[in-house]
């Protein structure tokens, strides 16, 4: 089957085709980053409104990059849940047209088993059971995946996510809004010991905090403005959201004997957390996935993965397909 995706959950307008379930033949993304930048943050308003602007231009690139037209698309994908609701708006009407147009089969995706099935885009197909780290902008979770579509939650975030822990440490350290891949890169030549961040326990053990570390940087940056050394406290700051992150990968590895740890989202896209993670792998004897940096950030290709096998399986949703801000990814059997 030939599917095409759409996801426009926050601030990338994307589109993909892939075809017999792990072979992508375009995956293109439009950045909203600069458009954000000066504000700070998404400004969902605007967000929603590029998104109508790109929505169709990026879907026309997607078809013409794979080498194909709507006539030849045999069914469609599209991020319904979570996200900005302005902006997933704009991506699930633009996929119910088609599937009118083309009376094409439709299916809505959960954005965060998108990240999960990017790792199986790099294999050609699933490496289950497996523990999933999923750490994005808006989401720092661990789940257990018995099978596909089957999540048991080990740990979640209790404040920020670990992508927003890295976009406000970007700015506190006046990186502006580069963002975790700005904090990534300043961080290269830093020590990591020179500032002792506390590293947060919680309970539940498996859950993540990071907005103690947070106030923890901000404190340090104010104290020390005259005689900041930004690359040390970068590689401190980014060491100690990273080991938090390691620590608890590694015990859910421990706990559940999974002989694979599939990451996701855009942290994955780390460097730090990817030698980390290799490392641990090595020492533990499990298999470490980590898709490359274009797949880790959002895209289309990860929700056409997971469209391409809800599709196989028969599941079909309506043209009264709703979006939803919220969902956890656990509560909605297929
Ligand atoms: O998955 P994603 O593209 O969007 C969401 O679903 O949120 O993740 C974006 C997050 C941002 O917080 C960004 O700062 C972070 O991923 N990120 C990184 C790196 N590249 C992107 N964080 C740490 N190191 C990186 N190299
Ligand atoms: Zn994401």
Redesign the pocket.
């Known amino acids: 089957m030939r599917v095409l995706a759409i996801e426009t959950?926050?601030d990338?307008t994307a589109a993909a085709v892939l075809e017999s379930g792990w072979t992508l033949r375009s995956n293109v993304v439009a950045s909203q980053a600069e458009l954000h930048a000066p504000f700070g943050g998404v400004v969902p308003e605007i967000a929603s409104r590029r998104h109508v602007e790109l929505i169709t231009s990026v879907i026309c690139l997607a078809l013409e990059q794979a080498g194909v037209t709507l006539r030849d698309v045999e069914g469609l994908a599209v991020t319904n849940r979570p996200g900005l609701i302005g902006s997933l708006m704009v991506g699930v009407m633009a996929a119910k047209g088609l599937a009118l147009a083309g009376s094409l089969p439709l299916v809505g995706v959960h954005?965060i088993e998108g990240?999960i099935f990017s790792n199986f885009l790099c294999t050609g197909g699933p490496h289950l059971p497996a523990v999933a780290l999923v750490?994005?902008?808006?989401?720092t979770d661990l789940y257990y995946v018995r099978h596909l579509h089957d999540y048991f939650v080990l740990g979640r975030r209790r404040d920020d996510?670990?992508?927003?822990a890295?976009?406000k440490g970007?700015r506190a350290l006046g990186l502006g809004s580069g963002?975790?891949?700005a904090?990534?890169r300043a961080a290269r030549d830093g020590d990591p010991h020179a500032v002792p961040f506390p590293r947060v326990r919680t309970d539940p053990p498996l859950d993540f905090s990071f907005s103690g570390l947070k106030t923890a940087l901000v404190r340090h940056v104010r104290d020390h403005a005259a005689s900041l050394h930004v690359a040390d406290v970068a590689a401190a700051y980014?060491s100690a959201i990273v080991e938090a992150l390691v620590e608890r990968a590694v015990k859910a590895i421990r706990l559940t004997k999974a002989p694979t740890l599939l990451v996701?989202?855009?942290?994955a896209?780390?460097?730090l957390?990817q030698s980390r993670l290799r490392e641990e792998a090595a020492r533990g004897g499990f298999e470490v996935l980590l898709p490359p940096?274009e797949l880790?950030?959002?895209n289309a290709g990860m929700i056409a993965a997971v469209g391409h096998n809800l599709l196989d399986r028969g599941q079909r949703h309506d043209l009264d397909l709703d979006v939803m801000a919220r969902e956890p990814l656990t509560l909605r059997a297929y």
Request: aromatic residues 2%; contains cysteine.
């Open positions: 959950s926050c990338e954005h990240h750490a994005s902008g808006g989401h996510a670990a992508g927003e890295f976009d970007a963002g975790g891949a904090l990534d980014q996701g989202g855009g942290v896209a780390n460097s957390l940096p880790c950030t959002d």
